[in-house]
């Protein structure tokens, strides 16, 4: 083998290293970014639906309210379709959580929420 040889398949093998780890680099940082979309939307995600949770939780009890001290069957039947769908709303915002909680003791914690409100 010449030297013109020698420099072209170096070159080429210099060229073909620079596409393999661009591509593996390209990965990364596509990873990298993946993880900080998640890491940053996770606790605003969470946070929302837990507190959404905690808002028609409360409601829900108002809704009970209105469901004992009612005047007339229409009355105490539409307050209890607003209670059920505050439930329903509940348990939407409680799987939320549940999706997207991070940890061992986090869903652990989102299980025990779950099953004591569907017992409450």
Known sequence: MNVKTKLLINYFLVILSMIV????????IELIG???????????TVTRAATYADADIVR??????DVVLAKNLA????????VSRLEEKVFENLAIVKEKILGVEGAKLIEETIDVFRQW
Do not use: C, E, Q, W
């Open 21 to 28: 780890l661009s591509g593996y680099f390209v990965s990364r």
């Open 60 to 65: 829900m009890h108002l809704g009970m309210k």
């Open 75 to 82: 009355a105490r039947d539409a307050a209890i379709t607003d």
């Open 34 to 44: 993946n993880l900080t979309v998640k890491m940053y939307n996770h606790p605003l």
